[in-house]
């Protein structure tokens, strides 16, 4: 059997559920950061795919996608750093990190 | 009895070497010199990272325990890499390897044990948001399935890569060339985004802002 790109999106996509699942399931802040972190993940899989996969008449893969992944992560770095400030903040001021407990600007 | 030690020893290094040419295959760069044909990743070695990653993946959402999610994220970002690793790009899986398994685990792990959180105890469940959750999680699945099979193109195996003889696939010099030729100006705005970053956090985490 050989590997063809629908096997990449499929795990790809299957790893996007999953932290999607935990987003939506989970009630601890922290632990619903790192499910971002997977759902990041997961898009940079397909993108990397799709870079191997469209080789070009150079007989490359397609670097523009692998930059795109670089920027990613490097944006993903930047947003942990701020993300785990505000929670370490938020638990400062609240001493709690679950999602239930801060609800001030619930309707 | 000599026979029979020799035909044992013969046997277990036919055996060594058949292991040895499941796993080296497709992941170091080896050439079949007569066709000079690269070979692309063993479907063995995929499967087995794409199911680790994924049951790790499962494993961060179950565990009750941040410590354990956080550890568990860890392995599955490392099998990321090596997935990475098979798709011939190997300057991201190291980049995948340094900056998620290295530098933000590490931050995450700071942040959990900084705030000492324990184990989370359980709360009585809100059904509603529970079946919800589960009911999107679970649409989307479908959604992506069925896309996936009406999508002609991705049923063709990855193309060749075409290289000189006798070289390997330099690809840190091609994204280095990609990003500083084509990239420049998203380059600049991200290290910009990063400054920004570094001192949001620094006025964030003031105890009071003056």
């Known amino acids: 059997m050989t590997l063809t790109l629908n096997h990449y999106l499929l795990v790809s996509g299957l790893l996007f559920t999953i932290g999607f699942a935990g987003v939506m399931l989970r009630r601890n802040i922290i632990t619903i950061f790192m499910c971002l972190e997977l759902m990041l993940n997961a898009a940079n899989l397909s993108l990397v795919a799709f870079s191997r996969f469209n080789v070009g008449p150079d007989g490359l893969p397609n670097f523009n996608a692998q930059v795109l992944v670089f920027f990613i992560i490097t944006v993903a770095a930047a947003e942990v750093a701020v993300g785990l400030a505000i929670i370490v903040a938020l638990y400062r001021a609240r001493q709690t990190t679950h999602v239930e407990d801060i609800n001030s600007l619930k309707f | 009895m000599e026979k029979l030690a020799t035909q044992s020893r013969i046997r277990r290094i036919r055996r060594i070497r058949r292991i040895r040419r499941i796993l080296t295959r497709g992941f170091c760069q080896i ?13 063995l070695l995929f499967w087995f990272f794409a199911a680790m990653m ?3 993946g499962v494993s961060v959402v179950l565990n009750r325990n941040p410590v354990a999610s956080a ?30 398994a290295g530098a933000v685990m590490v931050l995450f792990l700071f942040i959990i044990m900084l705030l000492d959180l324990g184990a989370e105890q359980r709360r009585k469940f809100n059904k509603v948001a529970l079946v919800g959750g589960s009911a999107v999680a ?31 696939l330099n690809d840190l ?20 985004l990063i400054l920004v970053a ?13």
């Open chain 2, 198 to 210: 570094t001192i949001g956090v620094i006025v964030i985490s003031k105890r009071e802002l003056k």
């Open chain 2, 31 to 43: 050439r079949n010199p007569q066709s000079a044909i690269r070979n692309f990743v063993n479907p």
């Open chain 2, 173 to 192: 010099q091609h994204v280095g060339e990609t990003l500083f030729s084509a990239h420049t100006l998203p380059f600049q705005v991200i290290g910009v």
């Open chain 2, 71 to 100: 550890l568990s994220l860890v392995v599955s970002f490392l099998c990321l890499a090596a997935l990475y690793v098979g798709l011939d790009a190997y300057f991201i899986g190291a980049i995948q390897v340094i900056v998620y």
């Open chain 2, 138 to 168: 679970l649409g989307f699945a479908a959604q992506l399935v069925g896309v996936l099979g009406k999508f002609p193109m991705g049923n063709k195996p990855f193309p060749e890569l075409k290289l000189p003889p006798g070289e390997s």
């Open chain 2, 54 to 56: 994924l049951a790790f």
